[in-house]
């Protein structure tokens, strides 16, 4: 059974950091690549980074890049997003989502957690 468990979304003030974590079981390497999408209120899903198997292809949404980093940790079935200098325009429900390939589009994805909340203060 395939699931996806999204962790370490909470509330920070404007400039601060959050890490969230996803736990990945039940996959194959036909979905290896991993993605970060976000939704905020009254807004379509977004994409906002992806990697691949080993970590060393990744890509992110120009509004993140330079202040979120994505990682992962396979022996653990872990996938990361470091977010640092968060703004108040990245309050958002963050998604991890796991498909064939390095998507920018939600459906390039087929299994998704059901989010985490993050929320960003002035």
């Known amino acids: 059974q395939v699931q996806l468990l999204e962790s370490g979304g909470g509330s920070v003030q404007a400039g601060g950091s959050l890490r969230l974590s996803c736990h990945c079981s039940?996959?194959?390497?036909?979905?290896?690549?991993r993605g970060w999408f976000r939704q905020a209120p009254g807004a379509d899903r977004e994409f906002v980074a992806t990697i691949n198997w080993s970590g060393g292809f990744t890509w992110y949404s120009d509004s993140v890049k330079g202040r979120f980093t994505i990682s992962r940790d396979n022996d653990k079935d872990m996938v990361y997003l470091e977010m640092n200098s968060l703004e108040p325009e990245d309050t958002a429900v963050y998604y991890c989502?796991?498909?064939?390939?390095?998507?920018?589009?939600?459906?390039?994805?087929?299994?998704w957690g059901h989010g985490t909340q993050v929320t960003v203060g002035h």
């Open positions: 039940g996959l194959t390497f036909s979905t290896s690549f």
């Open positions: 989502a796991a498909g064939p390939l390095a998507g920018i589009s939600s459906s390039d994805y087929v299994y």
